[in-house]
Antibody
Framework: QITLKESGPTLVKPTQTLTLTCTFS??????????VGWIRQPPGKALEWLAV???????RYSPSLKSRLAIIKDTSRDQVVLTMTKTDPVDTATYYC?????????WGQGTLVTVST | EIVLTQSPGTLSLSPGERVTLSCRAS???????LAWYQQKPGQTPRLLIF???SRATGIPDRFGGSGSGTDFTLTISRLEPEDFAVYYC?????????FGQGTKVEI
């Protein structure tokens, strides 16, 4: 059974760095073709893709957020970590991690992060 | 970056009706890496269709996906009361994934 679970702070102050962890099971990020990505959704707004990392360490970022994002994988711990620098209240959103394997997708349940003083 | 345009923005329908939602891409979507999601208020997006036409686990067969290249469609053969929601398309075949802006299906 494939599962993904997001974890991280629920509240961060503006300008701080946000670090989110996706812990997964049921697949390996060492397997060819497998990737784990991050997507977010501000309250009441549309979905926005952030980044993805693949089995071969290929990393892709949203062009509009590229300068603020970093994604890494820890294959031994079955985790993917996303960091976002210089947070702002507009970064308040539910953050989801997602498995990409071939044409298949599987999402985690998401974690709500509020950026506020 | 591939831009996905969903139409219409809002659909007002009744239970039992057939629904066709459109998702048009600004460039061809690679190998049909096109997904559809359903989202209800306060809930996580629910994957309906992946690979343009494959139903996700547990999705009723009244939901169907079709299309290729730049034009994709989600069809709901007969609307059930629980189908009133916002529907998003997503392409994940290029180096930059993108989402459509959503179509709201309302009563």
């Amino acid at each position: 059974q494939i599962t993904l679970k997001e974890s991280g702070p629920t509240l961060v102050k503006p300008t701080q760095t946000l670090t989110l962890t996706c812990t997964f099971s049921g697949f390996s990020l060492s397997t060819s073709g497998v990737g784990v990505g991050w997507i977010r959704q501000p309250p009441g707004k549309a979905l926005e893709w952030l980044a993805v990392i693949y089995w071969d360490d290929d990393k892709r970022y949203s062009p509009s957020l590229k300068s603020r994002l970093a994604i890494i994988k820890d294959t031994s711990r079955d985790q993917v970590v996303l960091t976002m620098t210089k947070t702002d209240p507009v970064d308040t959103a539910t953050y989801y991690c997602v498995l990409h394997r071939g044409t298949y997708l599987k999402w985690g349940q998401g974690t709500l992060v509020t950026v506020s003083t | 970056e591939i831009v996905l345009t969903q139409s219409p923005g809002t659909l007002s329908l009744s239970p039992g009706e057939r629904v066709t939602l459109s998702c048009r891409a600004s460039q061809s979507v690679n190998s049909n890496y096109l997904a559809w999601y359903q989202q209800k208020p306060g809930q996580t997006p629910r994957l309906l269709i992946f690979g343009a036409s494959s139903r996700a686990t547990g999705i009723p067969d009244r939901f169907g996906g079709s299309g290729s290249g730049t034009d994709f469609t989600l069809t709901i053969s007969r609307l059930e009361p629980e189908d009133f929601a916002v529907y998003y398309c997503q392409q994940y075949g290029s180096s930059v994934w993108t989402f459509g802006q959503g179509t709201k299906v309302e009563i």
